[in-house]
C-alpha cells in the first residue's frame, strides 16, 4: 500500500507571527531616500521587541535606542547608543531583577556587488538595497550585554541583593555537603 503525503509550504502564518512581523516594520529604515549626512532614529524597545524573536532568552525590558545614521556616497555608518534596562534572571537566587543597560556600538553598511558580512560590524549589501532592517541587530546588542554569569548587583554596602532565603539555603547544604564527604570513609580504610 502506498501512502502519499503531500506537504504544503504555502501554510497559513499564525496571527502571533504576523504581529510580529507588523511590530517589527518600524525597525525597517528606507535609507534611499535619505540625504547625505546624518539622520537620527529613536526606538523604544519593550516585552514586545523580545516576543517578536522567537528564541528570545529576554522577556521584558525598558531600553531607549538612538540611531544615528551617517549616509555617505558609498556606505552608512550608524551608532547605536542602548540605554535602559533588561529583565533577568539571577543565576545564584532565580529571582528576577532588572539589570541597567548601556552601550555603544558601530556598524557599517557598505554598497558592493553582492550582499555578504565581512566582519562582525561591517556588511556589504547589493547597490540596488533600499532599506535596512536593524531590528536584528538591536535585539543581538541587547542579547550581548547580558553578561555569561548574571547575579543581582550589591548594595552600596556591599551586600548581596539575592533572595536571603534562597542564599541562607545554599549555604545550609553547602555546609551539610562538606561535612558528608564521600572521601571520608576512605580515611578509615586500612591497607594493611
Request: with cysteine; glycine share 2%; proline share 3%.
Given at each position: 500500500m502506498l501512502i502519499t503525503i503531500i506537504i504544503s509550504t504555502f501554510a497559513p502564518l499564525k496571527p502571533e507571527t504576523i504581529r510580529a512581523v507588523d511590530y517589527l516594520k518600524q525597525f525597517v529604515i528606507p535609507f534611499v531616500g535619505l540625504s547625505a549626512g546624518n539622520h537620527q532614529f529613536e526606538f523604544e524597545i519593550d516585552d514586545k521587541f523580545f516576543a517578536s524573536f522567537?528564541?528570545?532568552?529576554?522577556k521584558k525590558a525598558r531600553v531607549t535606542v538612538s540611531l544615528d545614521l551617517n549616509k555617505q556616497e558609498r556606505m552608512l555608518v550608524l551608532n547605536f547608543s542602548l540605554s535602559g534596562t533588561l529583565q533577568v534572571r539571577c543565576d545564584r537566587c532565580l529571582d528576577e531583577f532588572d539589570m541597567p543597560v548601556e552601550s555603544f556600538?558601530?556598524?557599517?553598511?557598505?554598497?558592493?556587488?553582492?550582499?555578504?558580512?565581512?566582519?562582525?560590524?561591517?556588511?556589504?549589501?547589493?547597490?540596488?538595497?533600499?532599506?535596512?532592517?536593524?531590528?536584528?541587530?538591536?535585539?543581538?546588542?541587547?542579547?550581548?550585554?547580558?553578561?555569561?554569569?548574571?547575579?543581582?548587583?550589591?548594595?552600596?554596602n556591599g551586600v548581596s541583593?539575592?533572595?536571603?532565603?534562597?542564599?541562607?539555603?545554599?549555604?545550609?547544604?553547602?555546609?551539610?555537603?562538606?561535612?558528608?564527604?564521600?572521601?571520608?570513609?576512605?580515611?578509615?580504610?586500612?591497607?594493611?
Open positions: 522567537e528564541y528570545s532568552e529576554i556600538e558601530e556598524y557599517f553598511i557598505k554598497f558592493g556587488l553582492e550582499h555578504r558580512e565581512e566582519d562582525d560590524n561591517i556588511l556589504v549589501i547589493a547597490e540596488n538595497e533600499t532599506h535596512i532592517d536593524v531590528a536584528q541587530l538591536i535585539f543581538d546588542y541587547l542579547s550581548l550585554s547580558v553578561p555569561y554569569r548574571v547575579v543581582h548587583p550589591d548594595d552600596e541583593q539575592c533572595n536571603p532565603e534562597v542564599i541562607k539555603k545554599i549555604e545550609e547544604l553547602s555546609a551539610r555537603k562538606e561535612n558528608e564527604s564521600q572521601w571520608d570513609a576512605l580515611k578509615n580504610l586500612n591497607l594493611e
